[in-house]
């Protein structure tokens, strides 16, 4: 799918990758931007509708479904990562809460949406969705690891209905929500972006959009674990 004159919903669009892939969208000759914040959001681009969308808020989610049309791509990019070491239950319960289960809700709430366009789900996860950074963030890695799983299972359950589902999974990014940690090589959001909507344009399933991550695509899409993800995706259930 391109984005050209298609209408996109970006969660977390205010600031670091999602605010880069509203940018980016729009650049590409996107029709419609629906830009989902907690905080409100003013853009001098008037094909940006300002959306408050915390995604633990049932109620937020439902009032933005109500105020979107038609809806070509999601891209759910709000997220959470903080320290632990789990030692805490409630840490890794947020983490789960938004990254999972506000994921989840949001899907939910514009799949209906998205069936009738036979769009597109992009789901912005990270490369500790398969292998966690157990030392600095083993909560968030988890919760990006179940994400990996939903978005996995979504692929295959979405598919008969024409619906797209994809997987970014990048590497470091220089974002807030990594400028407390010291990590090298971390890539800018804008060049994310650009790569993650140069790899939907080519139809790529799983995305590694940034000079860390990219090394193991192709050892990913020639893994056995690849393999089985696509050989379980055509087992169902037997009818009694």
């Given at each position: 799918m391109t984005i050209k004159d298609k209408n996109v919903l970006v969660t977390g669009a205010n600031r670091g990758?999602?605010?880069?892939?509203?940018?980016?969208?729009?650049?590409?000759?996107?029709?419609?931007?629906?830009?989902?914040?907690?905080?409100?959001?003013?853009?001098?681009?008037?094909?940006?509708?300002?959306?408050?969308?915390d995604i633990t808020s049932a109620a937020q989610i439902q009032e933005a479904a109500d105020q979107v049309g038609s809806l070509d791509m999601l891209i759910n990019n709000a997220g959470i990562a903080m320290p632990d070491d789990l030692t805490d239950p409630t840490a890794l319960e947020r983490h789960l809460t938004v990254n999972l289960f506000g994921t989840y809700a949001v899907t939910r709430a514009f799949l209906p949406a998205l069936t009738r366009t036979r769009g597109a789900i992009v789901n912005i996860l990270s490369v500790n969705s398969l292998a966690p950074l157990p030392h600095i963030i083993p909560g968030y890695s988890v919760s990006k690891a179940a994400a990996f799983s939903l978005t996995q299972s979504l692929r295959a359950l979405l598919a008969a209905q024409g619906v797209k589902v994809h997987a970014v999974l990048p590497g470091p990014v220089d974002t807030d929500m990594t400028r407390g940690f010291t990590i090298p090589g971390k890539a800018s959001p804008e060049s994310v972006a650009l790569a993650i909507f140069n790899a939907i344009d080519n139809g790529e399933e799983d995305i590694f959009p940034d000079p860390a991550s990219a090394p193991m695509a192709d050892s990913w899409r020639n893994s056995a674990a690849k393999a089985l993800e696509r050989q379980?995706?055509?087992?169902?259930?037997?009818?009694?």
């Open positions: 990758i999602g605010q880069a892939l509203a940018a980016e969208a729009l650049a590409r000759g996107a029709r419609r931007v629906y830009a989902g914040t907690r905080q409100p959001l003013a853009h001098s681009d008037d094909r940006v509708t300002p959306l408050d969308l379980l995706a055509q087992l169902a259930p037997v009818s009694a």
